[in-house]
């Protein structure tokens, strides 16, 4: 990666990416443990049996969303996002803008930061759908799966050298881009 993002410029940078992550593990794990609170200490669970574990739903739905819906979001709209860079169509909304995002390092930055929030918004939207179908059905299979998703969310974290990683695959996908234009 060349040097445009800088130790100290990447963790400022990367701060904001961080806290919306912590936000979103911060409120599965809240839901789950109010959910298990109900389900344990107050018996307020409805206990409904449906004929089969309801908590398959969300864990195929994680499986889904983990092999198949996240490479094709990053695919489709990250290919998207760097083509626009790579042939110079992408533009911020307005002056502002503009100015936060002045080299192709910040705008590959804005296009890590779109699809890392996405990634964590679908798989957190998979873990409160079994946090619910615990509550509703009161079998700790659906805690395993909460488990099992707040366990994805942590490995997939932005750290500083998880974000360096991508950053470089972004960049040589935007080379790879702009040498085909050339060509």
């Given at each position: 990666m060349n040097d445009a993002f800088d130790d100290e410029r990447l963790v400022k940078k990367l701060k904001?990416?961080?806290i919306v992550a912590i936000g979103l593990m911060l409120g599965l794990l809240s839901t789950t443990a109010v959910m298990a609170l109900m389900v344990y200490q107050f018996d307020a669970s409805p206990n409904v049996d449906l004929g089969f574990p309801m908590w398959i739903i969300p864990a195929i739905q994680a499986v889904v969303t983990t092999l198949i819906v996240i490479p094709s979001i990053e695919k489709s709209l990250g290919g998207t996002m760097v083509k626009s860079i790579a042939d110079g169509t992408w533009s911020a909304k307005n002056p502002e803008m503009a100015r936060k995002f002045p080299d192709d390092s910040s705008k590959l930055f804005a296009v890590l930061m779109a699809l890392t929030m996405i990634r964590f918004a679908l798989m957190e939207g998979a873990g409160v759908i079994a946090a619910v179908f615990f509550f509703i059905e009161a079998k700790p299979a659906g805690l395993a799966v909460v488990a099992g998703i707040l366990f994805w969310l942590y490995t997939q974290f932005p750290t500083r050298n998880r974000v360096?990683?991508?950053?470089?695959?972004l960049e040589r996908e935007l080379q790879r881009r702009r040498d085909k234009l050339d060509s």
């Open positions: 904001p990416l961080q360096r990683d991508e950053l470089e695959t």
